[in-house]
């Protein structure tokens, strides 16, 4: 007979394994609390749905999943999802190693994921959110009960893809699974926004406006480089984001909940090396004629950002350069490779794009089934697996997902 696998949770990791488990022979329902399948993944990529990375391993991912990430990479990695969705109808594309669909649209992914969940299929109950899942006992076969806010179902094996805390409130990510597996005896690590921005100190000198630069961003704890990326820097009127940030903001967001000081350092010039950048000073310190702060400044960086150095060094953008002394001119020039921003905070969860914390590594075997309940398996977000940004989240989600649909239609 088939087996009757619940899906709780129509996500990437969800719609995934009721795929695999369909194609398996399954009889596969998914739940969904949401009005439709995908919600976030229909957002990823800026709308354009990063779903992998050619350069693809473990060392992309929290340090606790490092190792439990190289096996299962290792059953499931990047050549695996670029010919699933093959069997989707997706052409994929790499645009230096991050893979996207051809089509450049997030949409176009639901829709083929979508898609195949008909031609299979599988059954899809939209706006019931699950309560809790519990065992049937009696029988020779052990089978679960899945309460849902209206209604129960039965099944002989329940995968739990239900999520983490981030996204927009349009997601409905409230985080419902990490109570569901405690009571189901899991241990849930303490949740963290991850891939988010930070807002800066109240007292910070920060733009009018928004702003992208290509910079160097390091955060100090004291003397201490924390960590460093390179990448598009967003700077707004209260914080700065972008892909650096983000990568950055798992071991960031956890020392600021610790009320430890934080400050990242910005390098606005770090296509420059010291010798280079030294050589453009002298060239600019010849200009210290008639002309004003502002005039001098124009085409040096961008104005918004010139206009925050001003202000934080306290200068008059009409003083005469011819009044501004050498090494003041230096100092000046010096900020661009050394702004400091202290931070407040971050974002939250519902600008942060993943979660990093929630069941632990150490309650999920390697086929995604929980060490207390050899039916019920989690996946995607709603364990602490965390990656970088680039494709590796997506990854992971798909990696779960596969593995425990293919195993709970065994």
Known sequence: MD??????????SGMCAAIYAARNGASVTIIEKNNQLGKKLSMTGNGRCNISNLNMNEKMYNAAAEKRMKQWLSVYGVLDVISFFKSLGIVVKSEDGYL??????????VQAFENEIKRLGINVIFGEQLKSVEPITGGQERKYRVITNNTFYEADRVIIATGSLSGPKTTMSTG?????????????????????????????????????????????????????????????????SGIPVMQASSKVVRLLEEKKPITAVVNFFPDYDEDDYVSLEKEMLRLRDERTLSDFLTGFHNSFITDMIIKKMKMGRSMKMKNISESMVLSILDSYRNYKIKLDSNYGYLQSQVTSGGVSLGDVRDDMTTTSHDGIFVVGELVDVDGRCGGYNLQWAFTSGSIAGTVASI
């Open 176 to 240: 419902d699974g990490y109570y569901i597996c405690k009571k189901l005896g899991l241990t849930i690590k303490d949740t963290y926004p991850a891939l988010v921005g930070f807002k800066a100190d109240p007292e910070e000198i920060m733009p009018e406006g928004g702003v992208r630069s290509l910079a160097e961003i390091s955060f100090l704890l004291g003397t201490e480089v924390v960590a460093k990326e390179y990448g598009e820097l967003q700077i707004t009127k209260d914080g700065i």
């Open 3 to 12: 087996r009757r696998i619940i899906v709780a949770g129509g996500g990437a």
């Open 100 to 109: 996207y669909p051809l089509s450049g649209q997030a949409q176009s992914v």
